[in-house]
């Protein structure tokens, strides 16, 4: 689903990933470790080009997404992104943040229907879409138990609820594939556990995930395959088993020993 | 005091019984015309400006946008409203062959002038919106432009609100210029009653009054709007 080959980033003189080759199947749950400063969350923004890789492909669906030619935006709607500071648009409500942007892209998808065969039945009013998403919205709220939550901006609501709000955010666009980023780190301790439920639950439903995360329980049960990274490369990959029961790598062997 | 008493009854003699106030109403109209549409047309030539401002420039196109914005408000904060008053009434638009009431003319250099400034009122604002806001919807598929609209641009009117308001009274006190090129203000209107009546005292205290009335009514509504506006941020 996605294949990285020999990609290289760098900010100004500072390399900060080196030649990454790394495939990722559909169904998989890729849980990438490392120190802070091992450039893995710079790996997980290229994913997305959030981060534009300085060369280098990122192969999505079959194409280079990290070809500067490509509509981007198009490839990021099936890209779904979770942030470790949420980014909910905080001047929306929370049912907005969610239809936002299936609403655009059902009206834009609408508009070019409408423009090569103005009489086809396909075509939805506006009001039809934003029903359609509504009722999608409110469903994906009831799924983690906050549609009394919908019209709450985002400052009303906790960490927790916050990041499983951005969760089903991502989700509202069926995504093949949702790169976390850290999504546990901002949070009270006593929340984590419910975005982490709430991402187990997902990984049980077959997402495709890539998490970038300091939860190594989190790992090691939902993860099928755990990735270390160190100063910008992929210094040892394996199924969680093996990963932290036999580590090989004596720089992963440190790191296992400091944080379990 | 009976001097004063008597320049009072002058003042409304003329103000009522000379049609003084029609004079004054008109003025007023056009005050606040040159204004608000001033304001209006600053908002969107600021906002782009801004917008351009805060662009990433890594292509060629971006780069020479700014540095026509980068021009535009250097001249037009760098000379007089008057003199771009001036110079649009008796020179550009002469030379172009245009020609156009004062009131509009007046309202197009305010527009232009006020988006000067509130390029710069607006570039600060788009800065103090978190930048994880422009990810979100970058990340979720969203172009540069729709996120800019839908929520970063939102989120910056909504911090510089106080400041646009600002920008909103010293319009209103600044469009005393425009009898420059012979439009009727309120400052236009109070004079001529002045000259009418042989009596400059009352009618100028009456219009400095009348200044600031303008100028409390829009504090107050621009306080309410924050207010409004700041539902977003309940039970922060």
């Keep these: ?260 | 005091m009976g001097n004063f008493n008597l320049k009072v009854m002058r003042f409304i003699e003329v103000f009522i019984g000379a049609n003084g106030y029609k004079t004054v109403l008109e003025g007023l109209q056009n005050t606040l015309k040159i204004a608000v549409f001033g304001l209006v047309i600053g908002i969107v030539i600021g906002t782009l400006i801004a917008v351009v401002r805060v662009i990433p420039k890594y292509k060629v196109l971006p780069r020479i946008l700014n540095g026509i914005c980068s021009f535009y408000v250097a001249f037009f904060r760098g000379t007089p409203m008057v003199v771009q008053l001036l110079l649009s009434y008796y020179v550009a638009l002469p030379l172009m062959g245009i020609n156009l009431p004062s009131v509009s003319v007046a309202i197009v250099v305010f527009g232009l002038n006020s988006g000067a400034y509130i390029s710069e009122i607006m570039r600060s604002g788009i800065q103090s919106v978190d930048p994880g806001q422009m990810e979100g919807g970058r990340a979720i598929g969203l172009s540069f432009s729709t996120t800019m609209i839908k929520i970063v641009i939102p989120q910056a009117i909504k911090n510089i609100l106080p400041t646009l308001g600002n920008e909103f009274i010293t319009l209103i006190k600044e469009t005393s210029v425009v009898s420059f090129v012979g439009a009727l203000d309120l400052y236009v209107a109070f004079n001529r009653i002045g000259s009418n009546s042989y009596e400059f005292m009352v009618p100028y205290l009456v219009m400095a009054l009348i200044y600031i009335v303008l100028v409390l009514v829009i504090s107050g509504l621009v306080k309410l709007m924050e207010r409004s506006l700041r539902k977003s941020d309940r039970g922060r």
């Design chain 1, 1 to 260: 689903m996605i294949e990285v080959v020999n990609l290289n980033k760098s900010f100004g003189e500072i390399d900060v990933l080196h030649d990454i080759n790394i495939t990722i199947n559909k169904g998989e749950k890729v849980v990438v470790v490392g120190p802070s400063g091992s450039g893995k969350s710079t790996f997980l923004r290229c994913l997305n080009c959030m981060e534009d890789p300085t060369s280098g492909s990122i192969i999505f669906n079959g194409v280079d997404i990290a070809d500067m030619k490509v509509d981007i935006n198009i490839h990021r709607q099936k890209m779904g992104m979770v942030f470790q500071h949420f980014n909910l648009f905080n001047n929306k409500t929370v049912i907005d943040n969610i239809m936002l942007a299936p609403v655009y892209v059902e009206k834009k998808r609408m508009k070019k229907l409408r423009r090569n065969n103005p009489q086809n039945e396909k075509i939805k009013t506006t009001k039809e879409i934003k029903a359609e998403a509504k009722a999608q919205a409110t469903e994906l709220l009831k799924r983690i138990g906050l549609e009394e939550k919908a019209n709450a901006y985002p400052s009303q609501l906790s960490g927790g609820q916050k990041q499983r709000v951005a969760i089903v955010r991502a989700l509202a666009m069926n995504p093949d594939v949702i790169l976390f980023d850290e999504p546990t780190s901002a949070l009270d301790p006593e929340m984590v556990g419910e975005v982490l439920e709430l991402m187990k639950e997902l990984a049980e439903s077959g997402m495709t995930m890539v998490v970038v995360t300091h939860e190594m329980g989190f790992a090691r049960e939902v993860g099928t395959r755990v990735i270390f990274m160190d100063e910008g490369r992929i210094v040892e990959e394996n199924n969680p088993k093996e990963f932290f029961e036999n580590p090989q790598n004596p720089r992963l062997k440190e790191f296992l020993s400091k944080v379990l």
